[in-house]
């Protein structure tokens, strides 16, 4: 069973970048049949796709955070990471990571990490 | 303002079909499959139907799905109190090259 689990700190500053980690075990993430995402879910709205990396690394970000965010993997980890800069208010939110299957289904999530921009 | 349309609230009794609509267009649901994701309180989503209309293992056949052009919608028949949560469809968009969801849809049980 294939399981992702994030974790990062609860509360991060405004300005400053947020640093999350999501560990994947029951699969390995070499496989070059997936993608390895980001998605975040602000209090009481709806899902938004921060961005996708692969095993070898090539990656896809929202046009819309795409200036602030990069995605990194750990493959010798089995770990895949995110990082958000420029910190404000609107960045709190709930983020999961998620695998992507070649068939654009995100099919497993984790469970979900609340992070909050607040000084 | 989310790439995909969706009603924001849907509502039935238990036993009642209820169906959702997802709007997109050609970039999106139009060139790719849509899926939908079901998100009970306080949990993270969960995949309920691929590929426009297939159910992973697991998933009661009262959940369907169904694509007509740059639209899909997810029925629900016989509906019950558990599946009062909030439902999202999703598709890849090739013209932003990202996933896009839609904004979501809360459902009732009455």
């Known amino acids: 069973q294939v399981q992702l689990q994030e974790s990062g700190p609860g509360l991060v500053k405004p300005s400053q970048t947020l640093s999350l980690t999501c560990a994947v075990s029951?699969?390995?993430?070499?496989?070059?049949?997936?993608?390895w995402n980001w998605i975040r879910q602000p209090a009481g709205k709806g899902l938004e796709w921060i961005g996708r990396?692969?095993?070898?690394?090539?990656?896809n970000y929202n046009p819309s955070l795409k200036s602030r965010v990069n995605i990194s993997v750990d493959t010798s980890k089995s770990q895949f990471s995110l990082k958000l800069s420029s910190l404000t208010a609107a960045d709190t939110a709930v983020y999961y990571c998620?695998?992507?299957?070649?068939?654009?289904?995100?099919?497993?999530w984790g469970q979900g990490t609340l992070v909050t921009v607040s000084s | 303002q989310s790439v995909l349309t969706q009603p924001p609230s849907a509502s039935g009794t238990p036993g009642q079909r209820v169906t959702i609509s997802c709007s997109g267009s050609?970039?999106?649901?139009?060139?790719?499959?849509v899926n939908w994701y079901q998100q009970l309180p306080g949990t993270a989503p969960k995949l309920l139907i691929y590929?426009?209309?297939q159910r992973p293992s697991g998933v009661p056949d009262r959940f369907s799905g169904s694509k007509s052009g740059t639209s899909a919608s997810l029925a629900i028949s016989g509906l019950q109190s558990e599946d009062e949560a909030d439902y999202y469809c999703?598709?890849?968009?090739?013209?932003?090259?990202?996933?896009?969801f839609g904004g979501g849809t809360k459902l009732t049980v009455l």
């Open positions: 998620a695998r992507l299957n070649s068939a654009y289904e995100f099919d497993y």
């Open positions: 029951g699969d390995s993430i070499s496989s070059g049949s997936y993608y």
């Open positions: 990396i692969s095993s070898s690394g090539s990656t």
């Open positions: 050609s970039s999106n649901i139009g060139s790719n499959t």
């Open positions: 590929s426009n209309n």
């Open positions: 999703a598709a890849w968009d090739d013209s932003l090259w990202s996933g896009v």
